[in-house]
Structures are given as C-alpha cells and as structure tokens.
C-alpha cells in the first residue's frame, strides 16, 4: 500500500468511449502526476499539477484530458482513444522537494483501447 | 537532448552473488538520481536516492555509487535473492522543478534472480 489509489485497475474501451481514470493520495502530498509506461519505453510524464495548478503538460494530444479538483485527487479523462494509447497509465504524488524528493507511484491502470 | 540509457535490458544472476546494473547519462546535470523497483504489473517503488554530491549510499543489501564524470550511477544487490527479481528503474532529478519532482526515468533492466 503506497498511498495512492487508482481505480479502476483495468479497462477496456472502444475509440469512441468517453472514459475516466481516477487516482487519490492519502499522504498529503502537494504534487500529483499522470504517466504513460508502455513497453520497452521509459516512463512518460504527461501531466504535473502542484497545489491543484497544471505545472506541466509534455505535448500531450487533446484525447487526454486532467482534472484535478483538490490535492488528494486527480482525473484522467479519455475520449476518441486510438489503440497506440494502450498502456499502463501511473498516477502519482510527491511532496514539496525542499521536503523530499521520493515520487509515490499509484498501482496503475492497464488501459486497452479496441 | 538528454538521454538515459540503462544498459542490460535484462541481466540474469545466480542466487547468492551480487547484482551490478548501470546507468548512463548524457546532456544532463541531475541534481539527484534515484533507483526504483518495479514488480510485472504494478507501479515503481522508490528505493534509493544519491545526490550530486555524494558518491555512495547503502541501504541494507543495495548500494548505489554516483560518478558525476563519467556521468554514471553502478547499484549492486549483495547475496542476491529470488525475491529481489524484478526490473529497476533509474532516475535522474533536475535541479530546478518548481515545487515538484522533475525527474526523467530510463527504460529499466529486468533483473532475474535464478536459484
């Protein structure tokens, strides 16, 4: 258990499904993150919200959209999908980095896109 | 452009012995690297930090050394253990976030621990 929540952990959606990823943290971490892992690449950072403002946003396509309405929580929205977006999505929180620099990764969600 | 390259995409150990993975680094000044575990189907656990300053740091079986010349982080598994199966993440800190962890992952090395 590392304090970040994601649900749900898997999910299948067709190209033209509107879906949501979900992610809390319970460790009063100021910062969260999206990440894309898919195989044999690196982890890509897609989104940064610190104090809930968007901090960074590394060109990711408008199929992609983040919500994050307070600290302990953080959206992913989905919409029109391809199948190249098929991968583990991470959410994840870290504190101030004056405080720390240790990132705490969720479980993430396998997303298939069909 | 910077580039991670985390050499050995897999590497396979007999029990016992000590694990070395590497991690290079190009076009980069990390304030920090960090090392984190993951397992087949879940998200990375942190396990070590070192900063630029630093050259080495132990926690229990693993040890990290950080060589800012040759732009190169070695982590060793002592008496390595079938648990201790799984890839390994390096991680590279930027100096400057902006009240967040900018950190840049390479690819990972899957380490398997055969009995």
């Known amino acids: 258990e590392t304090g970040v929540t994601q649900t749900p952990r898997h999910l299948v959606m067709g190209m033209t499904n509107k879906k949501s990823l979900k992610c809390e943290q319970h460790l009063g971490h100021n910062a969260m993150y999206w990440y894309k892992q898919s195989a044999k690449k690196p982890l890509e950072l897609m989104f940064v919200?610190?104090?809930?403002?968007?901090?960074e946003n590394n060109s990711v396509p408008s199929r992609f959209s983040p919500e994050c309405p307070n600290s302990s929580h953080l959206f992913l929205h989905l919409h029109t999908l391809q199948p190249e977006d098929s991968a583990l999505y991470l959410c994840a929180s870290s504190q101030d980095p004056t405080s720390g620099n240790t990132i705490y990764f969720g479980e993430g969600s396998w997303l298939t896109v069909v | 452009s910077q580039k991670i390259e985390q050499n050995s995409e897999a590497l396979n150990i007999q029990e016992g012995k000590t694990a070395t993975l590497t991690c290079n680094y190009t076009?980069?000044?990390?304030?920090?690297l960090q090392w984190y575990r993951q397992d087949p189907g879940r998200g990375p656990v942190f396990l070590l930090l070192?900063?630029?300053?630093?050259k080495e740091k132990r926690k229990e079986r693993l040890k990290v050394t950080f060589d800012t010349t040759l732009k190169q982080s070695l982590f060793h598994i002592t008496a390595s253990q079938p648990a201790d199966s799984a890839t390994y993440l390096c991680a590279l800190g930027d100096p400057l976030s902006g009240g967040y962890q900018k950190v840049t992952f390479g690819t990972g090395t899957k380490l398997q621990v055969i009995p």
């Open positions: 070192i900063r630029e300053n630093e």
């Open positions: 076009n980069y000044s990390p304030a920090y």
């Open positions: 919200y610190s104090l809930e403002e968007r901090v």
